[in-house]
């Protein structure tokens, strides 16, 4: 995982590499993870994006709680933001095709009209560090590597990939950073493995942890550290000591924050959502 640090003039540099290539393709692929939609959005990209038609594909589905993917997925449909979920290492190419083909549909019409056909549909994935770019990307060009020409991009020549038999890809996906200003939201990512261990405190990320769990699976905590029900009503903080001693670290609370992460991430509690859809929109869902 290539952990970046952003700074004013990084964010500056990669925001105007993604505006270039845009211009280059018909469709964006928005990679956010499916275990913290929101969090892992950048909310600078609508902006940005302007009128180019845009997925949002939510990575990850695999890790994150299958009734949450559904609502937030929804979620996103409802809301006129196209969605579509996968696991980037299985199958997805197919999936993402035919949601591409949904989304342009008026667009691939009008070019046959013309007697346009065959033409690939230019791709472009774009999304935070460890959303799964790389991931997608060599999972949809798979052994078909061949490049499809040089485009001219404005800084430099653009490398395109085929995709199957009807896409072509940017080879370099663009890069976004996370917003970092709520500190919930740095949690999360921290949580998630988003961001360089060194940037948090790992006692602040365990907590948040416990907090979420004995929130939402609390089961899953109970079991996986052999807790007592009155202890997960106990305070974080106390949740955190007894977790700590169950796992054999005695007094080491560090330790016991470190390996509650490993294990969250290490899918030991199970799949997870942090992000929940907003209220009104959830309820659509459950109607439907
Ligand atoms: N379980 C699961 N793991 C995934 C999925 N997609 C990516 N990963 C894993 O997530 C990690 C990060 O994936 P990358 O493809 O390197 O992410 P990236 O967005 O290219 O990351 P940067 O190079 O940091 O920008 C890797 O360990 C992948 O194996 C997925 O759909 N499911």
């Given at each position: 995982?290539?952990?970046?640090?952003?700074?004013?003039g990084h964010m500056a540099k990669a925001l105007r590499q993604v505006k270039e290539n845009l211009k280059l393709v018909d469709i964006v692929l928005e990679l956010v993870d499916a275990r913290l939609p929101e969090s892992s959005r950048n909310p600078q990209l609508e902006k940005i994006l302007e009128n180019k038609p845009s997925i949002v594909v939510l990575t990850k589905m695999d890790l994150a709680d299958q009734k949450q993917t559904a609502k937030w997925v929804n979620y996103y449909e409802e809301n006129g933001q196209p969605a579509v979920?996968?696991?980037?290492?299985?199958?997805?190419?197919?999936?993402?095709?035919?949601?591409?083909?949904?989304?342009?549909?008026?667009?691939?019409?009008?070019?046959?009209?013309?007697?346009?056909?065959?033409?690939?549909?230019?791709?472009?994935?774009?999304?935070?560090?460890?959303?799964?770019?790389?991931?997608?990307l060599n999972h949809l060009v798979k052994k078909n590597?061949?490049?499809v020409g040089n485009k001219p991009g404005v800084t430099k020549a653009q490398q395109w990939l085929k995709a199957g038999k009807n896409l072509q890809l940017l080879d370099t996906p663009g890069i976004l950073w996370?917003?970092?200003?709520?500190?919930?939201?740095?949690?999360?990512?921290?949580?998630t493995g988003a961001i360089k261990d060194s940037l948090f405190n790992k006692d602040d990320v365990a907590l948040y942890a416990i907090e979420h769990f004995c929130?939402?699976?609390?089961?899953?905590?109970?079991?996986?550290?052999?807790?007592?029900?009155?202890?997960?009503?106990?305070?974080?903080?106390?949740?955190?000591?007894e977790l700590t001693r169950k796992m054999g670290?005695?007094?080491?609370?560090?330790?016991?924050?470190?390996?509650?992460?490993?294990?969250?991430?290490?899918?030991?509690?199970?799949?997870?959502?942090?992000?929940?859809?907003?209220?009104?929109?959830?309820?659509?869902?459950?109607?439907?």
């Open positions: 995982m290539a952990v970046i640090q952003w700074f004013p979920a996968i696991n980037s290492m299985q199958g997805s190419l197919k999936v993402i095709e035919k949601k591409i083909r949904i989304v342009l549909a008026e667009k691939l019409a009008k070019k046959e009209e013309k007697g346009i056909i065959n033409q690939r549909i230019k791709v472009m994935c774009i999304g935070i560090p460890n959303v799964g770019k790389s991931t997608l590597v061949a490049q996370p917003k970092f200003e709520d500190p919930l939201v740095g949690k999360k990512l921290a949580l929130e939402f699976n609390p089961q899953a905590l109970k079991e996986r550290y052999n807790l007592s029900d009155e202890k997960l009503d106990d305070t974080t903080v106390e949740v955190l000591l670290f005695k007094e080491d609370y560090d330790r016991g924050s470190e390996r509650l992460i490993f294990d969250i991430r290490k899918e030991k509690l199970g799949r997870y959502t942090l992000d929940r859809v907003p209220i009104a929109a959830s309820k659509v869902a459950t109607r439907e």
